[in-house]
């Protein structure tokens, strides 16, 4: 039997901040800590206990020390592996990574299940910065997950999931031990992640643990815990229920990391306190206001920026001057005089010009109040749902860097598989004016997600061009055919962790899509991608046979030459084929038709290439549409079209 005092501590360590693990005698509610103390007869260091471990309060090394000496002069301990693990987490939440080491030292290596231990390895070393052997720790602890281990993994994460997310997570634990597999479970849950924020699987989860330790220290929530479901507010109607460790600043920073622009005011006779946080996505900003709305500590998200107008309004629609300033919303917002809310919303235009237009609305508004109000809370709630129940991952980036992309796609040796390059284009105009740094290095990150949650990953590091010049980027990644989700991320710099909110992130972009890959295997004659260069003998070549520069914009070059290179598979080793390419202007008009015949690759080999020089400088100029189709002479297959866009230039 474990001893009470070893596991009563344990749970009041795991209430202070980090999940609350269970021990084999079942104590795991805080109730239960004093009246284990109280019956060993520790009635004066249950108190002292149950203030010290209170959630409202931080530890630091001084109260760990004095709360581990009256430990000590009870005679109750610290004496079992359970009690050390405890002392380990008392110096985790003081943030003493070092004495947290030294406790988990004294854990005997049959004591305790090893999941738990290795969790609390990788806590630790996250908190120290040894982040590689910290996610090493982490898997390890994963491969060895029972039910407790694999609870506390999960509660760590929790506050990152989505609804959906929630609720897979319970129906997956219903199963019976031997019908689960609790590590896939949370490798699906990281790659999402990290392929949405574009860094590796260990970077994003030793990121979450930065996160989680600055949020704890910053915006745990205070007061009971039904004042968040009870109240009806915003982040209740999302989905977002029960008593969350974390108001809603500390969900959106732990789900969206910093803000990267904020606005606020302290708040007034008319105003409660408030903030918006301004997030840039490839799609637009994102912006989350938030208020105590009358309470001291956490703060919410509104449902719109108005919810903090405090100031009565009576029926004439004047504000009484003898008011008391916070008594409640105005009942009747239809009623607010014209431009009272202008100030507020205007200082909000510095991060979206939606509230600048809203502004000069409210002024001009004449009785609209409530009609505009409805507008701006349509795309709050827009807002709010994404942050809530999407993966709403980005990569830390500033968005200055603008970014062109295009995949192409050929047939690999290796069965179930097919070769994507991503080429991809860095604008050298947004570089000139982009902060690299002193290496002016930028770092290309590409990820593709199927539907099962497998993540597929590429890394490349690119110099400065010279000045104006554009960068061109080709990377490979070898996919087996279906539906993935893809992000491509250019940065100068490394992410912004915990504390670094007053830094900007890093130069940079991103883009984000979703991407085919095709089944190119099988007997029948089939193409592949169509590669568009404007100049030849470039650094890019898919087999020897050619070397280009493939580029994602297809455009001739200044003499109206371009080259293109593409791959035919399972024609008649040894026989003749025609190749057919068709070029039609956009403007319309007769089309060019263009053929040449050739032999195929012998000796049984199923590819192959063909590269061609279009000498397009007597087409008018514009954009085309490019489709090629090739025939086996010898059985008079026709392969499917590929099709692409050409772009002749002015001469």
Known sequence: MTPRFGTALLVAAAFAGWPTATPADGQS???????????????????????????????????????????????????????????????LRAGDADRATAALGRVGPDGLPAGLVALETARTGFLAGDDDAAAAAYWEACEDADELSALEAWRDVEVLATPAETERWDRFRRLPAGQRDDCSFFRRFWNQRASRSGVTVDERIALHYDRLRFAMD?????????????????????????????????????????????????????????????????????????????????????????????????????????????????????????????????????????????????????????????????????????????????????????????????????????????????????????????????????????????????????????????????LPLDLPPGEWETRVVVRAGPPRGPGDEERPPPSGGYVA?????????????????????????????????VSLSPMPVHTTNDDGRVWIYFEAYNLTPGGRYTAQVLLEHEDGGPPFDLAFTGVAQAEGRIVTPSGLRLDLSEANPGRYRLSLTVRDLATGRLTLPVRTDLFVREP
């Open 513 to 545: 899509g979703a991407l085919t890959v095709p089944e190119l295997g099988g007997a029948l004659p089939r193409l592949s991608s169509v590669a568009v260069s404007p100049d030849s003998g470039g650094a890019w070549a898919q087999t020897s046979a």
């Open 29 to 91: 509610l805080p109730a239960q800590v004093r009246v284990a103390l109280e019956a060993d007869g520790h009635d004066e260091f249950a108190r002292r206990l149950a203030d010290h471990m209170d959630v409202r309060r931080d530890l630091d090394e001084g109260e760990v020390e004095d709360l581990l000496a009256r430990w000590e002069r009870s005679g109750a301990g610290p004496a079992t592996d359970w009690d050390w693990l405890t002392v380990a987490r008392l110096w």
């Open 218 to 474: 910053h915006y745990t929530r205070r007061g009971r815990a039904q004042d968040v479901a009870a109240s009806g507010r915003l982040n209740a109607r999302l989905g977002r229920e029960g008593a969350p460790q974390f108001d809603d600043r500390g969900m959106l920073y732990l789900r969206l990391g910093p803000p990267d622009e904020t606005a606020r005011m302290i708040g007034g006779d008319c105003y409660e306190p408030n903030v918006t946080w301004s997030y840039r996505f490839a799609d637009g900003n994102r912006l989350y206001h938030l208020s105590p709305l009358g309470g001291n500590d956490n703060w919410w998200l509104l449902a719109n920026l108005g919810e903090i107008f405090r100031c009565p309004v009576d029926a004439s629609g004047s504000i009484p001057t003898d008011r008391n300033p916070m008594v409640a919303v105005s009942p009747i917002l239809d009623r607010i005089p014209p431009g009272i809310m202008y100030d507020l919303y205007v200082s909000r235009g510095v991060l979206d010009p939606r509230y600048d237009r809203l502004a000069h609305q409210f002024r001009m508004s004449d009785g609209r109040a409530v009609e505009l109000l409805q507008e701006e809370r349509d795309e709050t709630w827009e807002d709010g749902q994404f942050a809530v129940a999407d993966v709403p991952e980005r990569p830390d980036v500033r968005m200055d860097l603008g970014l062109l992309q295009e995949w192409i796609a050929f047939r690999l040796p290796v069965p179930e598989r097919t070769r994507m390059w991503l080429l991809l284009m860095v604008s050298g105009e947004d570089i000139e004016d982009a902060d690299l740094g002193p290496d002016g290095e930028l770092e290309v990150t590409v990820t593709a997600l199927d539907e099962s949650g497998r993540q597929e990953r590429a890394s490349s590091r690119l110099s400065r061009p010279e000045p104006g010049n554009d960068v061109v980027a080709r």
